[in-house]
T-cell receptor
């Protein structure tokens, strides 16, 4: 069935270092891949997304790469700051006609950035 | 510009009871999806409402039902509550009408349901 595997489950880095989170999806029809950041007591907040016709997307310190052949996508955070500490989720969906539809989420990565 | 709002924020119910959770989508959005997030897990899709109809449903029993109103707000109803229904229930909204690209989902802060 549809599945998204996310690694690592926990990640601890020093402030200023880079962090990388990797996800693998099973549904080859997936065409939309968002990343969410969830802070304690809050809902997931969209930080970046990528569509299947694009291999890489960057927004300031955050970048996402997609390898459709291998069904892998990754989140890269550079120059990490303590406020980047949170749980990060990757997700995949096979939306159509503008409707993202059902998001399949990974299990989450708890990122800790040490000052 | 108000984001997705959910009420109540916390709720405690007893096994066998029924519960109704409410969601107002982000201004300008027309589609509402509901997710269940167990502690330490990623959100799981319950269902999606668009044009007041259930469009897609995840692997949840019929005890979970919903509704979307003409103003695009939505309710999630859960009957015959089980201990295992304890979770954070998240509402997400998006804009579908007139789009060709996948519409990003914006989540509310959720309703924390505890079943005792």
């Amino acid at each position: 069935g549809e599945n998204v595997e996310q690694h690592p489950s926990t990640l601890s880095v020093q402030e200023g270092d880079s962090a990388v989170i990797k996800c693998t999806y099973s549904d080859s029809a997936s065409n939309y891949f968002p990343w969410y950041k969830q802070e304690l007591g809050k809902g997931p907040q969209l930080i970046i997304d990528i569509r299947s016709n694009v291999g890489e997307k960057k927004d300031q310190r955050i970048a996402v790469t997609l390898n459709k052949t291998a069904k892998h996508f990754s989140l890269h955070i550079t120059e990490t700051q303590p406020e980047d500490s949170a749980v990060y989720f990757c997700a995949a969906s096979r939306g159509s006609s503008g409707n993202t539809g059902k998001l399949i989420f990974g299990q989450g990565t708890t990122l800790q950035v040490k000052p | 510009d108000a984001g997705v709002t959910q009420s109540p924020t916390h709720l405690i119910k007893t096994r066998g009871q029924q519960v109704t959770l409410r969601c107002s989508p982000k201004s300008g959005h027309d589609t509402v999806s509901w997710y269940q997030q167990a502690l330490g897990q990623g959100p799981q899709f319950i269902f999606q409402y668009y044009e007041e109809e259930e469009r897609q449903r995840g692997n949840f029993p019929d005890r979970f039902s919903g509704h979307q109103f003409p103003n695009y707000s939505s309710e999630l109803n859960v009957n015959a509550l089980l201990l295992g229904d304890s979770a954070l229930y998240l509402c997400a909204s998006s804009l579908v009408a007139g789009r060709t690209n996948n519409s990003p989902l914006h989540f509310g802060n959720g309703t924390r349901l505890t079943v005792t």
